[in-house]
């Protein structure tokens, strides 16, 4: 017996197993700058200052603001100028909110992200055969009414529902978003459900805490995939080799 006869629901991350980001953070930050006349800021010191200042708002301010009640355009504007005054660019109010304005409106587009060749065909052969498929990340609003959609990666085509820690209040690696995700598929046991994602402490360990089958992409390479594999976690390349496992016959470790 194939593992998808198993199955009555497939969930999925969204950043690094469906889509990717185009470039670095840089050319974004860059292309803003320049749009007001302003030189490109450092790329390195760029990245560094938005690390911290991100890591800073979400553990301020978790799930961009949710429980807070905060908008959107506010978390992502403090977190924005914190960047670049932590990379060294303090600029006046005025010039800021140009340049803010641009980086808010370019990655609120498809524009900064590229779908991966396998993930529409694989989420429309699953749906085909008869799976719901689900999305599970941490993201705001935007990515379930715009950017995902501008990507071609439609609800009703290509998944059925969404879990998005941005308008649910709860981000992995924290289980409780994927009992939301078995909630919303209609209280779906997690015995018929699996969930595929590319990081073990955000995907993998939550949800196979709440009972859910679940399986690693390692689309990049990364080092990390060899103690993946020594613990036990089953780890594919890419879709493409997901839908040829769960066809055949073998069992996830």
């Known amino acids: 017996m194939s593992l998808l006869s198993k199955l009555r629901c497939i969930t999925v991350d969204v950043t690094g197993t469906l889509i990717a980001y185009k470039g670095e953070l840089g050319d974004y930050y860059c292309m803003a700058a320049k749009s007001v006349g302003l030189p490109c800021p450092d790329y390195k010191r760029m990245h560094e200052g938005f690390k911290l200042a991100y890591t800073e ?11 807070a009640k905060l908008p959107t355009i506010v978390w992502w504007k403090t977190c924005v100028k914190n960047s670049f005054i932590k990379a060294g660019y303090d ?5 800021f909110e140009k340049i803010f304005r641009r980086i808010y409106a370019s990655f609120g587009s498809s524009a900064p992200y590229s779908v991966f060749p ?15 498929v689900g999305l599970v990340s941490n993201a705001e609003y935007r990515y379930q009414d715009v950017i995902l959609p501008a990507l071609g990666l439609e609800q009703g085509s290509e998944w059925d529902f969404g879990v998005f820690s941005g308008l649910e209040g709860v981000e992995k690696p924290d289980p409780r978003i994927y009992k939301i995700a078995l909630e919303r598929a209609g209280k779906i046991a997690p015995e018929v459900t699996l969930h595929i994602g590319d990081s073990m402490r955000k995907d993998y360990l939550p949800a196979k805490s709440v009972g859910m089958h679940a399986l690693l992409l390692d689309r990049f390479k990364t080092p990390d995939a060899v103690e993946w594999k020594k613990s036990g976690a089953t780890v594919l390349p890419d879709l493409a080799a997901v839908q040829e496992f769960l066809t055949s016959w073998n069992e996830l470790s």
């Open 57 to 67: 708002m979400a553990k301020k301010y978790p799930c961009f603001g949710h429980a």
């Open 91 to 95: 600029y006046d109010e005025e010039t």
């Open 118 to 132: 396998d993930s529409q065909p694989f989420l429309r052969w699953a749906r085909g055969q008869g799976l719901l």
